[in-house]
């Protein structure tokens, strides 16, 4: 019985630690990953991408988390060293898991506001 107890326990618990997010954030949070996918997969060197599209990635990155980007995004992109570019992601998704279910359309947008630009989505 004590056995039974605990795993219910256990299982309830769980349950209650995962948070439920709005459907705007679930989508929201897709783009945040296909953010983070530009940036990772030009490092990575596992693809090709336009210019324009990582700049943008790293203009999402930085505007919705507050975490600046130490990568380059004007004349040169990318990042001068690799311990920026894993410190950045580090940061990145240490953010995104505390604050995905944020990511409504409003929260983007008053972040880019803030910045005197507008998300187009």
Do not use: P
């Not at 256990?10 to 995962?18: L, S």
């Not at 783009?31 to 990635?57: C, H, M, P």
């Not at 570019?85 to 972040?111: A, G, P, R």
């Amino acid at each position: 019985m004590k056995f039974f107890s605990m795993i219910l326990f256990v299982f309830f618990g769980m349950g209650c630690g995962r948070k439920i997010c709005s459907s705007e954030a679930k989508t929201n949070m897709e783009i945040f990953q296909k953010q983070l996918n530009v940036i990772t997969s030009y490092e990575g060197g596992k693809k090709s991408v336009l210019v324009e599209d990582y700049r943008q990635a790293l203009f999402f990155m930085s505007f919705v988390t507050g975490i600046d980007a130490k990568a380059g995004y004007s004349s040169t992109i990318g990042y001068s060293s690799k311990e920026d570019y894993k410190k950045n992601i580090q940061e990145w998704k240490e953010w995104y898991k505390k604050n995905k279910c944020k990511l409504t359309d409003h929260y983007i947008d008053s972040v880019y506001k803030r910045v005197g630009l507008e998300y187009k989505r």
